[in-house]
């Protein structure tokens, strides 16, 4: 019986583990974990000089409750995520979040900064990059806060554990399209309501038209208050009602 060269297949072989390289020194299960995120529901993120705006477009099955589909979480009183990707793993990574802000307020008796989060998130996305036995987390988060000395701040995690400091941030199925639009139209001494609805007319040029308060989640963080904010379903409507 002919010998079957299984490495000798582009990708077969070199992505039944994080821990191998392919020749041409890539991570096959790594570009998996982001195809997941690509494929996931659009979310956005967008940072201006009153704060920090959050959207997030969400699927529901048939008979589905639509609150019980959270696709934007708070983290701590100033800081909140919006995910696209698998979500199991991402209530995962917002479970460790929340418990590193708790402890970095009982270390430091300050509140935790966007970026160090940010740094910790993708700390435990790394660590299951660098060895057999676990596959990488399949999802991307924006992270958003107002930071103790009241800058608004905007990032976003990889599923290989890098992270970007940004203006304005797409992941998601519509990234492409909607990142397009906010590059025409981003202004950061827009302001926040304003910095609302860029976010859902971008989520309609990815290609969702049929936007509603069941399939839309909106959070914002004002400078003012520093606190973040889900929007309620009224409050969504006025958003995303074309006028």
Known sequence: MEEIDIFGL???????????????????????????????????????????????????????????????????????????????????????????????????????????LADYVCDVKAQFTQGGGARPYGVALIIASVDYDGSPRLFVTDPVGTYWGFLAAVIGRGSVPAGDYLKENYRRDMALTDAITLAADALRHAGDADLSPETVEIAKIPVETTKFYKLTHSEIENFITPA
Do not use: N
């Not at 991402?90 to 900064?113: G, H």
């Open 10 to 116: 582009s990708g077969a072989g070199y992505d039944t583990s994080t821990g191998i390289f392919s020749p041409e020194g890539r991570i096959f299960a790594a570009e998996y974990a982001k195809k997941a995120v690509e494929q996931g529901e659009t979310a956005i993120g967008i940072l201006v000089e009153e704060g920090v705006v959050l959207l997030a477009r969400k699927k529901l099955q048939p008979l589905h409750e639509p609150d019980s589909v959270e696709k934007i979480s708070q983290i701590d009183e100033h800081v909140g995520t919006a995910a696209s990707g698998f979500m199991a793993d991402a209530r995962r990574l917002i479970s460790d979040a929340r418990v590193k802000a708790q402890s970095y307020w009982l270390t430091f008796e300050e509140r935790i900064p966007a970026e160090a």
